[in-house]
């Protein structure tokens, strides 16, 4: 497992290179996005800042939505080598779910603390405080963690010594 461990960091690595430049490059929010998106009279899209209790409508694209975009695609990366695991349960998929997994945890949460709303991170779930009530989420991030960790002890990387010797 550690030679596949290798070649499956070098794989995320190139991974996340390209996620990073799809993320900036591209808005691939308008793909998943349900509500309609603005557009400025010089043709940029105009997005929501929040800060604080308020919100603002902006003409550049806030901090925040790149790191949703690169987000959504790391997620949309994890599900797709978790399937080809499932499908063809080869190693390195199995390695590199489990690394896609923990990027995807934290780009999350490199997300969820740009938006500049109050975020309460609860088991499982997180309560996201923006204008009017309070919005509950499944939180993804905490799942593909706990997959990462399960996996991890499916293929012995990680070991609790039981006892005290």
Known sequence: MRSELRYSLVIALILVIMTTIVSIASPIELLFSVEPRLIA??????????????????????????AWRFSAVMFLLWIATVIIYVVKPLKTADALSMILAVVFAASEYIYLYSIGAKVMILPLT?????????????????????YALWRAFKNSLISIRRGGK
């Open 126 to 146: 997180y309560i996201l405080y923006t204008i009017g009530k309070p919005l509950l989420f499944i939180d993804v991030g905490q799942l593909a963690l706990i």
């Open 41 to 66: 009279p010089n043709g940029n899209l105009v997005y929501v800042v929040y800060d604080n209790d308020s919100i603002y409508w902006v003409n550049y694209t806030p901090l925040y939505i790149y």
